[in-house]
C-alpha cells in the first residue's frame, strides 16, 4: 500500500470507485427482488385462498348432492308401486259388485305390475325348496319328517325371502327337512 498522503495508482482508484457504485446498485438489485419474492408471495396467496374457496364449495355442493340423494332415493321405485296401489285400491272399491274371476284377473295384473317394478329395482324373490337350509338367507319356521327329500333341506317355503342387488333384504321363511325318525 501506498503512504497516506501519496497518490495512489490510477488502476486502485478505479476498483475504490467501481466498489462505492456497485454497494447501491446491488442494493437496488436485492430491493427489486425482494419485491418480485414479495409479489409473487402475494400472487401464490391469492391463489391458494381462491383454492381454498373452491374446496369448500364443493364439500357443501356434495354434502347438498348426499342429502337430496338420500331424500329422493327411493322416489323412482315409489313411482313404480304408484300404479300396484291404484290396482288394490280399485280392487277393493269393485270388490262388492265383482265376480271371483274379475276378482282373480285384477289380482293376476296387479301381481304383475309389482313383479315389473321389482324386476326394474333388481329385487328377486328367494325360491329355495330343494336347496340346503342356509341361515344366512333362511329362517327356519319348523323341521318336517320327509322320506324324499335330503336332511336339512327346504321342503317348503311359508313365505319368500328377497334380495336387493345380491344383498339380503328379508330372509325366507321355510319349513326344513329332517331324516325320518329323528328328533
Known amino acids: 500500500m501506498s503512504e497516506p498522503g501519496a497518490e495512489q495508482p490510477p488502476a486502485e482508484l478505479e476498483q475504490a470507485a467501481a466498489a462505492e457504485t456497485a454497494v447501491p446498485t446491488e442494493l437496488e438489485e436485492l430491493r427489486q427482488q425482494l419485491a418480485e419474492s414479495q409479489a409473487l ?6 391463489q391458494l385462498l381462491r383454492a381454498a374457496a373452491e374446496l369448500d364449495n364443493i364439500r357443501k355442493r356434495a354434502a347438498r348432492d348426499v342429502d337430496q340423494a338420500h331424500r329422493y332415493a327411493l322416489e323412482k321405485f315409489a313411482q313404480e308401486l304408484l300404479p300396484v296401489r291404484d290396482s288394490l285400491e280399485l280392487a277393493a272399491a269393485s270388490a262388492p259388485s265383482a265376480d271371483v274371476a274379475s276378482l ?49 333341506s327346504v321342503l317348503h317355503v311359508v313365505q319368500r325371502g328377497y334380495e336387493l342387488n345380491g344383498r339380503l333384504l328379508r330372509p325366507a321363511r321355510v319349513i326344513v327337512s329332517r331324516a325320518p325318525g329323528s328328533t
Open 41 to 46: 408471495a402475494a400472487q401464490h396467496r391469492d
Open 104 to 152: 282373480i284377473a285384477g289380482q293376476e295384473a296387479t301381481s304383475k305390475l309389482l313383479a315389473r317394478a321389482f324386476e326394474k329395482f333388481a329385487i328377486k324373490g328367494i325360491e329355495p325348496v330343494g336347496e340346503p337350509f342356509d341361515p344366512q338367507r333362511h329362517e327356519a319356521m319348523a323341521m318336517q319328517e320327509s322320506a324324499t327329500a335330503a336332511p336339512d
